[in-house]
Nanobody, 120 residues
Framework: QVQLVESGGGLVQAGGSLRLSCAASGGTFSSYALGWFRQAPGKEREFVAQISWNSGRTNYADSVKGRFTISRDNAKNTVYLQMNSLKPEDTAVYYC?????????????WGQGTQVTVSS
């Protein structure tokens, strides 16, 4: 129903910043909550951040709170993840995802992922 494509990943030194983008198509973007997840090598996928479809309410994993900011631009059908003060443990494939409209769970739609590598 909705297609998601991440971009913006890359290699950055510890303490640096990256901004990930996720472009959506094929649905009514403003009706979807959006989330960011990540999966590091040898580890399970974990939740990173979520933003609501209407009010802009956000939730963050404790590990990224204060460093990462999720935002969305409904006019551009895009959700962002601004990542500051990056740490080597942030290295992972980052995915954006969406549940069905006006819901928060489960996340049914996933992008292909973008690699973020933080060097020390």
């Amino acid at each position: 129903q909705v297609q998601l494509v991440e971009s913006g990943g890359g290699l950055v030194q510890a303490g640096g910043s990256l901004r990930l983008s996720c472009a959506a198509s094929g649905g009514t973007f403003s009706s979807y909550a959006l989330g960011w997840f990540r999966q590091a090598p040898g580890k399970e996928r974990e939740f990173v951040a979520q933003i609501s479809w209407n009010s802009g309410r956000t939730n963050y994993a404790d590990s990224v709170k204060g460093r990462f900011t999720i935002s969305r631009d409904n006019a551009k059908n895009t959700v962002y993840l601004q990542m500051n003060s990056l740490k080597p443990e942030d290295t992972a494939v980052y995915y954006c995802a969406a549940p069905r409209p006006y819901t928060y769970y489960p996340y049914n739609y996933w992008g292909q992922g973008t690699q973020v590598t933080v060097s020390s």
